[in-house]
Every structure is written in C-alpha cells, then in structure tokens.
C-alpha cells in the first residue's frame, strides 16, 4: 500500500495541513499513524473521505 505522510496528502491532494488537522480533529479524517518513524496514512484511508467531502479532484 502507498503510505503518505501529512504533507504528502497535502500536496497530492491540494487541502492544506491545517484543514486537514481539523479534519481528523471533527474525525472525518482517521487519525494518521507512525510507521517507518513517519506520521501517516495509507492512500486509501484519506482519498475516499477527501472526495466525499469535495476536497479532492481524483
């Protein structure tokens, strides 16, 4: 699986670090996780959430 840190799913998905703090704070975003010593999230657990709420071209 593609793992992506914080700024990664910021940049591929054009939604700034902020929201997306916000986003896991509301708890539409699952809470990103430390694997390899990096803070993230599989591709798969943000994409789906971001293009439900329209945050997300792909």
Request: net charge positive.
């Given at each position: 699986m593609d793992e992506l840190t914080l700024l990664q799913v910021s940049h591929r998905y054009d939604v700034d670090v902020a929201t997306l703090h916000q986003l896991?704070?509301?708890?539409?975003?699952p809470a990103p996780r430390?694997?390899?010593?990096?803070?993230?999230?599989?591709?798969?657990?943000?994409?789906?959430?971001?293009?439900?709420?329209?945050?997300?071209?792909?």
């Open positions: 896991v704070g509301r708890r539409l975003l430390w694997s390899g010593g990096r803070l993230g999230w599989r591709a798969e657990d943000v994409k789906a959430p971001l293009r439900e709420l329209g945050l997300t071209r792909r």
